[in-house]
T-cell receptor
C-alpha cells in the first residue's frame, strides 16, 4: 500500500545528543514536510521541501536540520541546539505545491523524549 | 500573520448527540480552509475542505461552511458515533502558499456509548 513511513515510533535521547528521524514515502509526491505537535498548540511547520535537493525553513526551524537527496526520503535531525526537543514529530507529503489541493498525507509520527 | 483558533477540548458527548467544534481564523486574502482528523495512534487525515466563501465541505456526515463575514469554519455532525472519537484540527492555507498549512491547536472529542 502507498503511504508514509516514519521511524522510529518512539525515541529517547540524552541531552546534548543529535538524533535523526526517518521519513519515507512511496506516493510519488514531490513535496514533503515536517511538523512538530505539542499538546494544545497544534502543528507547527519545521521544514518543507518542494523538490529534491531543495528545502526551506518553516516557522520553527531553529535547532533542526533536514536533507532531501531522494524524492522518497526527507530525514529530520534534531540537534543539541534545539532547546526543547521533547515532542511528537509528524512527516507529511503532498503533490507539488504548484498543484494546490491543500491535502497533506501524514505518517503516524515519531515521539521523541529527551531524558 | 495567519492563525487559526479552535475551541479547547476535550469535548465529551454521548452517542447520537450533535457535535459542533468552533474554528475562527485570521489570514490575508481569501484562504482555503480544512478540517483534519487524527484518530488514536494514527497520523492526520483530511476530513473536508472549502476553497471559497459560502462553500460547504462535507464528508462522513461532517459539514463545515466557509463564512467570510465571520471568518469562521465551524465543524458539525448531527449524530456522532463512538468511532468519531478523535482529535480534530482546523487549518488554512492562503492560496499563494500552496500546500503549506497553518493549523489550530486541535480539539479532542470523546464519544461515549
Amino acid at each position: 500500500d502507498g503511504g508514509i513511513t516514519q521511524s522510529p515510533k518512539y525515541l529517547f535521547r540524552k541531552e546534548g545528543q543529535n538524533v535523526t528521524l526517518s521519513c519515507e514515502q512511496n506516493l510519488n509526491h514531490d513535496a514533503m514536510y515536517w511538523y512538530r505537535q505539542d499538546p494544545g498548540q497544534g502543528l507547527r511547520l519545521i521544514y518543507y521541501s518542494q523538490i529534491v535537493n531543495d528545502f526551506q525553513k518553516g516557522d520553527i526551524a531553529e535547532g533542526y536540520s533536514v536533507s532531501r537527496e531522494k524524492k522518497e526520503s526527507f530525514p529530520l535531525t534534531v540537534t543539541s541546539a534545539q532547546k526543547n526537543p521533547t515532542a511528537f514529530y509528524l512527516c507529511a507529503s503532498s503533490r507539488s505545491t504548484g498543484a494546490y489541493t491543500g491535502e497533506l498525507f501524514f505518517g503516524e509520527g515519531s515521539r521523541l523524549t529527551v531524558l | 500573520g495567519n492563525s487559526v483558533t479552535q475551541m479547547e477540548g476535550p469535548v465529551t458527548l454521548s452517542e447520537e448527540a450533535f457535535l459542533t467544534i468552533n474554528c475562527t481564523y485570521t489570514a490575508t486574502g481569501y484562504p482555503s480552509l480544512f478540517w483534519y482528523v487524527q484518530y488514536p495512534g494514527e497520523g492526520l487525515q483530511l476530513l473536508l475542505k472549502a476553497t471559497k466563501a459560502d462553500d460547504k465541505g462535507s464528508n462522513k456526515g461532517f459539514e463545515a461552511t466557509y463564512r467570510k463575514e465571520t471568518t469562521s469554519f465551524h465543524l458539525e455532525k448531527g449524530s456522532v458515533q463512538v468511532s468519531d472519537s478523535a482529535v480534530y484540527f482546523c487549518a488554512l492555507t492562503p492560496k499563494a502558499a500552496g500546500n503549506k498549512l497553518t493549523f489550530g491547536g486541535g480539539t479532542r472529542v470523546l464519544v461515549k456509548p
